[in-house]
């Protein structure tokens, strides 16, 4: 594979890329933020897309009544089926005593032809009694299903938050959720803006402890996850679960070291139906639950775990092999690969540098895209070999966020910091 470089935006603002999912499903248009650096999501105050041939930026969102407190927005991904945007949005009564923060957050959509409109996806009660189907927190890093019907994301709840700050064996834990099209969610509005109704069900899919057992399954933190395969993937019987996510969880080893582990959460089709004694929407003594039929349950079982930048876990369309970051013997990144159903980790980059950023499979399942020595680079998962996209840059140069294949797998995008005389910016790059 060929690739020549591309500066697509050249404006003295930041242009932050998610991890993923930022092309349109025609690949004509790319999504980003307007954040000049990593976090910052509450100070930021537009959503942007520019289109990929010409250039053309266009406005899809802007907050009112933004300050450095919020509401903010951020975290941009395109739906691979429409032409909708989904971002993260701050509560939108956000202020200095109430500014943005894990919990005060959910996913907010836009049409592209309808810009400025914002459409409710998750729907927000934090006031008891609570509604099952709506969280009581904040949503965060939203990725869109291959089918564009499903989303998921991480979560923290406030209700918890506010429990912890009286209660010192209570804590908000970061936990995995998912939204789905299965029926509106209306919420009591008391006009404090703290609440929203949703055009989805939104649940919690994943259990989290306080305190693990060391060298249990247990964990106290659900984070960085992604779908697993456009279809899900086989079981050793031969059946095929259609929907599943993979996420990263921390816990406890022998010695109580904490330790980041690969799980499996198996989703059922059906997420309205609550477990016998655990409500899906949790009480105001307990987090909320996950639904009736979903089984979580752990697959790898190392020494030191994932281990790298932060990213998220990515699978080819088949479904096949879970990807994540961790140290090979000689202590370099690279990325490794585990079945969803367990069983032998596989290294699937062999390569002198250390990987610096987010990594995704090709829409061919064949290449691994992203940026190690402060280059672009891509791996033939049938060969091994790997190659340089882009010249080594300097240290304020390299390639930054995530590094994102388009819908066909012709181009590939990421960020560069471009400093001028007005000065550093975060601008999008293309290859192609």
Excluded: C
Excluded at 215 to 233: C, H, L, P, T, V
Aim: charge should be neutral; proline fraction near 7%; avoid cysteine.
């Amino acid at each position: 594979m060929n690739f020549s470089e591309h500066q697509l935006t050249f404006d003295t603002k930041g242009h932050t890329i998610h991890n993923n999912q930022a092309f349109s499903p025609t690949d004509e248009w790319l999504v980003y933020d307007t954040r000049n650096q990593d976090g910052g999501i509450g100070g930021t105050a537009a959503i942007e897309m520019v289109n990929v041939k010409t250039g053309e930026i266009r406005l899809l969102y802007q907050t009112t009544n933004q300050t450095e407190f919020g509401p903010g927005v951020g975290a941009a991904t395109f739906s691979p089926t429409q032409n909708r945007v989904l971002f993260i949005h701050g509560v939108r009564n956000a202020n200095q005593q109430k500014p943005y923060d894990f919990d005060r957050r959910t996913g907010v959509a836009i049409d592209i032809d309808q810009p400025g409109k914002p459409i409710f996806l998750d729907a927000r009660n934090v006031k008891p009694p609570f509604t099952p189907g709506a969280l009581r927190g904040g949503t965060h890093a939203h990725y869109w299903s291959a089918d564009g019907q499903w989303i998921s994301f991480t979560y923290n709840d406030h209700h918890m938050n506010v429990l912890s700050k009286t209660n010192p064996a209570v804590k908000d834990l970061r936990v995995v959720g998912v939204m789905a099209p299965l029926g509106k969610v209306s919420v009591p509005d008391d006009g404090s803006l703290e609440n929203n109704p949703g055009e989805l069900f939104s649940v919690v899919v994943t259990k989290a402890t306080e305190n693990p057992k060391p060298g249990s399954d247990e964990i106290d933190k659900a984070f960085d996850e992604g779908w697993i395969g456009s279809n899900g993937y086989l079981k050793p019987d031969g059946t095929r679960q259609k929907r599943a996510i993979a996420f990263q969880g921390n816990v406890r080893n022998k010695e109580g070291k904490t330790i980041t582990e690969i799980f499996v959460v198996d989703l059922p089709d059906d997420l309205t139906q609550a477990a016998e004694g655990q409500p899906l929407e949790g009480t105001e003594t307990s987090r909320p639950n996950p639904p009736k039929g979903v089984q979580q349950r752990r697959i790898t079982f190392t020494e030191h775990g994932a281990e790298g930048p932060r990213h998220w876990l990515r699978t080819p369309p088949d479904g096949s092999v879970i990807g994540f970051l961790a140290k090979d013997p000689s202590g370099t990144i690279q990325i490794f690969g585990v079945s969803p159903n367990g069983g032998a980790i596989r290294q699937l980059t062999r390569q002198p540098f250390s990987i610096q950023t987010t990594f995704n499979f090709s829409p061919d399942g064949r290449w691994l895209a992203y940026a190690a020595d402060n280059s672009v680079f891509i791996t033939d998962l049938q060969t091994g070999d790997f190659k340089r996209l882009t010249p080594r840059s300097s240290d304020d140069a390299k390639p930054w966020n995530g590094v994102v294949w388009s819908n066909q797998g012709d181009q590939i995008a990421y960020n560069r910091y471009v400093t001028t005389e007005k000065g550093r910016f975060l601008q999008m790059f293309l290859l192609k």
